[in-house]
């Protein structure tokens, strides 16, 4: 029987009356131990959890090849390790392969898309702006709720009192026009800020401070920002055209280590064979020597030959008793 023992560590004591059960026990808890273990060992990608079966158990004859040292099974269980390591990594070619397949028809072209619309926009707002930019400070002029201000100061409280008027987070509002470009306000309520944007072709934005004047001078280096923000923009263009013309390169490409893989799943095919015709000849040894085990007299303990003896009685009787129906007629 089986009693569960005391701590922290889970363990079983083995008791009975023979010892073959005893033996039976263990072999069975090293056989499930093997299987945990293997489903390690071989590497099955992507490896996420033992389960109960496992064909890379090893087999009773690998077991024992293994124990004398044949040469056979040591190098299948390098194979073993080698194969599951190529395998990964011809999985992890073919996930790169399409995803390089995916970005050529259809991410790097929406980028390159939208990149391209993006710069046509900065360069209209470039040319815009430098048809209504004020070049003299005396000629400051800002529309703010239908009023024009032409003093920069006016105009930072006017945008203040704008600010605080505003009734709706996250809602935009219209409030008027600067060189050229309209302007909309709204109230971010993650970062508890004003957000101004303008926008004439493309749309830009900037954070609203507490100072009136400031807030003028915010707005005039973001104007002013546009041909910076269309160089990187262009970057970022050509950045995308370079991965993907790289990537037309790459696409197609077989994995590199195709043959290897190959020469080690045939020579893994051989020895597998080759472990299993000697898991055959072993069984077949077992059966025999089984089968003149139980045609020999009985040798070993007391407790043994009186239990042979006892059968061997048993069928004697069980024979007698239908001779004697025979002879009385009664079968």
Partial sequence: MLEPCEGKLSCTVLRGESGSNTADLLDQLIENKQKFISQIMTSKAPVRSCEDVDEAALSYAEVKALATGNPAVKEKMALDVDVAKLKLLKANHMNNQYRLEDDIARNFPQQIAKLT???????????HFSEHKITDPEQFSMEISGKVFTEKKEAGTALLAVCKDIKSVDAAMDIGSYQGFNMRIQFDSWSKEFILSVKHESVAKVRLGADALGNITRINNLLESYPEKLAEAEQRLETVQEQMANAKEEVGKPFPKE???NQ???RLSELNALLNMDEREDTETEQSESKEKEERPARGSIH???QIYKEKSQRENETGKETRKRDFGLE
């Fill in 117 to 127: 619309e993006i710069i046509d926009s900065y360069k209209a707002d470039i040319a």
């Fill in 304 to 306: 043994e030959k009186l």
């Fill in 259 to 261: 043959e290897e893989l």
């Fill in 264 to 266: 080690k799943l045939d």
